[in-house]
């Protein structure tokens, strides 16, 4: 399966991602321009992908497994909000205004106050995606975002220099250590 978006010659690929051009995508009910993977998207992705639980599931209690490892799957949006944010955007701050009650005098006295929260784009798109998306939206989204990505090239790259590493000598011959003959 190719991974380039249908339509799109090698040339008109090549150019977008010299110039850095974005992919719109549908998500949800939100349209998101992610822009061409670059290889630090792809070690971040990669983190993120890392946090995720290994998960074993039995087909008898598939349900149960499920959701008994759901609450360790946050993860997911960060690896959408990666993917769609890019690396050069992740770390971007926003501040976003937030309600909170706050009790006084050992809890008789309540009231409402706005606080203001500062949080990278990466954790609120995160936050929005996971709130506001069913499973299978954010399945779709990842399939499409993961279609975008240049992934073959990077295992291209990685497995190359795996390659080299083994096969350079890790060992001169014929030495001899200091006050030995």
């Given amino acids: 399966m190719s991974n380039k978006p249908t339509g799109y010659t090698t040339e008109e690929r090549v150019a977008n991602t010299i110039l850095q051009e974005p992919t719109i995508i549908k998500v949800g009910e939100k349209e998101y321009a992610v822009a061409p ?3 630090a998207t792809l070690i971040l992705v990669s983190a993120a992908v890392s946090r995720l639980p290994c998960i074993q599931l039995d ?7 499920v959701l008994a490892s759901a609450k360790d799957c946050a ?4 690896v959408v909000a990666v993917m769609i944010l890019g690396a050069k955007h ?3 701050e926003v501040v976003r205004t937030e309600e909170r009650t706050v009790s006084c005098c050992f809890g008789l006295f309540k009231r409402r106050v706005r606080v203001e929260v500062r949080e990278s784009k990466r954790e609120q798109l995160a936050r929005e995606l996971l709130e506001n998306l069913s499973p299978r939206e954010l399945q ?3 399939a499409q975002i993961m279609g975008l990505m240049e992934v073959g090239d ?3 790259l990685t497995t190359f220099l795996l390659e ?3 096969t350079r000598p ?3 011959g014929n030495q001899t250590v200091s006050g030995q003959q």
């Fill in 154 to 156: 990077f295992f291209g």
């Fill in 90 to 92: 992740v770390k971007d």
């Fill in 164 to 166: 080299v590493n083994t």
């Fill in 170 to 172: 890790t060992k001169v």
């Fill in 140 to 142: 779709t989204a990842l």
């Fill in 75 to 78: 993860a997911i949006g960060d």
């Fill in 59 to 65: 087909e008898t209690r598939l349900v149960q497994d």
């Fill in 37 to 39: 993977p670059s290889t």
